[in-house]
């Protein structure tokens, strides 16, 4: 036999052979197919379950969280404006005693015909009142004049001119005294310059 009749035969035993067995390769093939898309229908499904599963406890967590940052977000607004409200009464609680003082003050003004005596009482009131704004952290501005003008804590009203040459530029007069609280400035200096 040539080379050719061998390959002829071997085709037919082939097709003999598939042909005594189509349906059988094609219910293995349609099997194996069954399978794989039943393994990744059930993988895609437990895979789309699990995700939705997931993104649902994602938003369950962002929505408790963003609830607990509002009610916190409120409370601090309100606790801030309590504060705001109230944050000056210890300090009128202790300014009312010198309101008493000036009362009592005037009621011995009237009784009473001593200047001298008058202006002991006022000077009295005036240094309580002082004692307790600076122990609070109040600082008057003090020993101004011959000093140079600084912007951030003086405030210029008006320029006259200098009684000396060492004096253009420089402070004055102060018209109005200066505070510090904590060293920020509560009050500028209002202060003549010289020119």
Known sequence: MTDRAKEDKEQGLEQTETAENPVNEGEVN???DKEFSNESEESEVSESAKLAKENQELKD????LYS????????????RLEL???ASQDLIQEILPVLDDFE????AENNSNDEEQKHAGSKLIYNKLLRMLTSRGLKPMEDLVGKDFDAEYHEAITQIPAPSEEMKG??????EKGYTL???VVRYAKVVIGK
Do not use: L, P, W
Request: overall charge positive; glycine content about 2%.
């Open 182 to 184: 904590a060293g920020k």
């Open 84 to 86: 705001v409200n109230t």
């Open 30 to 32: 349609q099997e194996t």
């Open 61 to 64: 967590k962002y929505v408790r």
């Open 170 to 175: 420089k402070i004055v007069d102060v018209v």
């Open 68 to 79: 607990e940052f509002d009610n916190f977000r409120r409370r601090t607004a309100k606790e």
């Open 104 to 107: 009592r003050s005037f009621k």
